[in-house]
Nanobody, 130 residues
Framework: QLQLVESGGGLVQSGGSLRLSCVAS????????IGWFRQAPGKEREGVSC????????NVADSVKGRFTISRDNALNTVYLQMNSLKPEDTGVYSC???????????????????????WGEGTLVTVSS
């Protein structure tokens, strides 16, 4: 059974911090780029940040640049999203997703993006109070 399970969400005041975790079970993340997404109430889901297999390439949405940091520990089969200086507009359900990367690419370990995700977690709720 292939699963991604998020944790670390909760209620936090504006300016506070949270660290989200995404743990894979039933498979290894060694061949997967990972993305974090969020969906605010009444809005469509958007990509927040993604990270390549080797951890060296990251992309961050403009709305969270300078505040959010994505990282991964392949040995622990885990990806993290450190969220600092949180704002009320950061409120939403945060989900992680895994994209299997073809080893036929020129630089398969260095790619990440927000499309073509193969497996999704259920999400964890982040609420930022004003």
């Amino acid at each position: 059974q292939l699963q991604l399970v998020e944790s670390g969400g909760g209620l936090v005041q504006s300016g506070g911090s949270l660290r989200l975790s995404c743990v894979a079970s039933g498979f290894t993340l060694d061949y997967y780029a990972i993305g974090w997404f969020r969906q605010a109430p009444g809005k469509e889901r958007e990509g927040v940040s993604c990270i390549s297999i080797d951890g060296g390439t990251t992309n961050v949405a403009d709305s969270v640049k300078g505040r959010f940091t994505i990282s991964r520990d392949n040995a622990l089969n885990t990806v993290y999203l450190q969220m600092n200086s949180l704002k009320p507009e950061d409120t939403g359900v945060y989900s992680c997703a895994a994209e299997k990367i073809s080893q036929d690419l020129d630089y398969p370990d260095e790619y990440c993006g927000f499309g073509g995700m193969d497996l999704w977690g259920e999400g964890t709720l982040v609420t930022v109070s004003s």
